[in-house]
């Protein structure tokens, strides 16, 4: 059996109005702010597809603060801030259609968080096989995503 690594990494700024999409992840190989190995994501549409088919309940992905959800049962407040409801591949990204809590949006219009973060399975050569949400941070780590600015997108400068 393969052994799949949970990641967690920080990406782009948020503006500060919530955005009903979000980039998510890159497309092709990727590397993290904090060293670690290569990752790749050769098979987007298939990502989604089977990120999708296992996901929990209503067939949603979450977003919650911190990647509390994410840790040890009953050790953390999971709440959600915000459910990723669909994902696309546009370019050499994944962008992600995403419903706010109310929490999650005061949150971001309130500033307490600027950054979100994909959670993601990959196998031992680095290969993306699976998103298993985000999560709100400030702490990102990578930097090669394109800054949100509204809900249009450019290349940071």
């Known amino acids: 059996m393969t052994q799949l690594a949970r990641n967690i990494c920080g990406l782009t700024a948020l503006p500060a109005a919530a955005p009903d999409r979000i980039e998510l992840i890159p497309v092709g190989s990727f590397r993290t702010a904090d060293d ?5 994501l050769d098979d987007p549409a298939g990502v989604i597809a089977t ?16 990647h509390r959800s994410f840790a040890k049962q009953g050790t953390a407040d999971s709440r959600a801030a915000g459910w990723i409801t669909a994902m696309e591949v546009e370019g050499d990204r994944i962008m992600a259609s995403v419903e706010w809590t109310a929490e ?15 959670v993601f399975k990959n ?8 998103i298993e ?3 709100l941070v400030n702490t990102p780590a990578l930097p090669q995503l394109r800054q949100q600015i509204g809900r249009a997108s450019c290349r940071e400068r």
Request: proline share 9%; net charge positive.
């Open 36 to 40: 670690r190995p290569t990752f790749r």
């Open 51 to 66: 990120s999708f088919r296992l996901a929990a309940g209503g067939k949603v992905l979450p977003i919650d603060f911190d």
């Open 104 to 118: 999650g949006r005061q949150a971001l219009e309130g500033r307490a968080y600027r950054f979100v973060s994909p």
């Open 123 to 130: 196998r031992p050569d680095g290969q993306v096989v699976l």
């Open 133 to 135: 949400g985000a999560g």
